[in-house]
């Protein structure tokens, strides 16, 4: 289980400091040609690469910190209910968007998001309705549990609440990706709300609710455990994704871009953090566990009493998540 924590933090700081870098790339490198021009060709090579590439790998190691994490805190079976329908059905939406208009309004991808499925959606992005859908959902439904909703309100509440924190963060994705003079994708037929379709949003939260429903359906047996440090991954990258978007649409676009941006943050940041803050702050069940498990081992005939397992100080390692068949 270490062995997984720490490779699931060495992906998790990856997934930030590649943010990081995309930003220095895209807002202080690509404005910049002169600079591009002193490297050498080695350095040119590399930044084209990382240009061209490092879309792909955020949101790689995105996908890997938020597999990781909940296969250690939830259960493979848990994990894989949640990701198999959030992959499956946001790609459906997203193949259905690029061909028709619908849910989002009529748009095409471009480069920089890898290989794209039928020549239309990069792998990459149903791998981020995951990732972010996920950590969404989690907030919502430990945010909700802990004060006390049970049984289909929570559910609904989870559904409701996770998918619009997933689409306050497209209110800095969208501009950051499609307006700016380094584009991702593009809007065919812009919209009335800063540029984008007002569809675009409720293609978002329905997408959202479409897969985040799936996931409470299979989920209506299984109870979930997360203390407020174990659900700090999900907050985390939440925020930096939320960030990364925001950090770009602020700089690059004008100041009337504040409005979606304030909106977001009020719809999406500022309740995520809430959520986050409502889960319970310790882990005392366990550290109760353990101790009996100590006093235990202390009693057995034979077995030295420095054998016995000490509380952990980093409760963020112990599996807590408690995932059982009983009703929640």
């Not at 559910?155 to 969208?174: C, E, M, Y």
């Not at 380094?182 to 897969?211: I, V």
């Not at 941006?261 to 069940?285: C, F, K, M, S």
């Amino acid at each position: 289980m270490r062995q997984l924590v720490a490779i699931e933090r060495f992906c998790l700081t990856g997934h930030v400091v590649s943010l990081i870098f995309g930003l220095a790339g895209l807002l202080l490198v690509l404005p910049n040609p002169e600079f591009i021009a002193a490297l050498p060709a080695f350095g040119q090579a590399l930044f084209g690469w990382s240009m061209a590439g490092g879309g792909v790998v955020y949101i790689l190691l995105g996908a890997v910190t938020v597999s990781l994490y909940a296969y250690r805190t939830l259960g493979w079976r848990t994990w894989l209910l949640f990701m198999l329908p959030a992959i499956g059905l946001s790609l459906g939406s997203e193949l259905l968007g690029t061909s028709t208009g619908f849910p989002f309004g009529h748009y095409g991808y471009l480069n920089g998001l890898g290989y794209k499925i039928a020549g239309l959606v990069p792998f990459t992005i149903p791998l981020s309705w995951f990732y972010v859908g996920l950590s969404t959902y989690l907030l919502a439904w430990v945010g909700l549990e802990a004060i006390g909703l049970k049984g289909w309100v929570k559910q609904v509440g989870a559904i409701a609440i996770g998918s619009l924190l997933l689409t306050a963060w497209d209110f800095v994705l969208d501009p950051a990706m499609s307006q700016t003079a380094y584009p991702f994708w593009e809007f065919r037929d812009p919209g009335q709300f800063f540029g984008m379709p007002y569809r675009n949003l409720t293609g978002w939260l329905g997408t959202g609710a479409l897969f985040m429903s799936v996931a409470a359906l299979c989920w209506r047996n299984t109870t979930i455990a997360l203390t407020r440090a174990q659900l700090t991954v999900p907050l985390i990258i939440y925020l930096v994704n939320f960030a990364f978007g925001a950090v770009i649409t602020l700089n690059q676009l004008d100041m009337r871009f504040w409005i979606p941006t304030a909106i977001g943050a009020l719809l999406g940041v500022l309740p995520a953090i809430g959520l986050w803050w409502l889960a319970e702050p310790a882990v005392a069940n366990e550290f109760e566990a353990i101790a009996a498990e100590s006093t235990l081992r202390e009693s057995e005939p034979g077995k030295p009493a420095d054998k016995a397992v000490a509380p952990q100080s980093d409760v963020s390692t112990v599996p807590v998540a408690a995932v059982s068949k009983s009703s929640s």
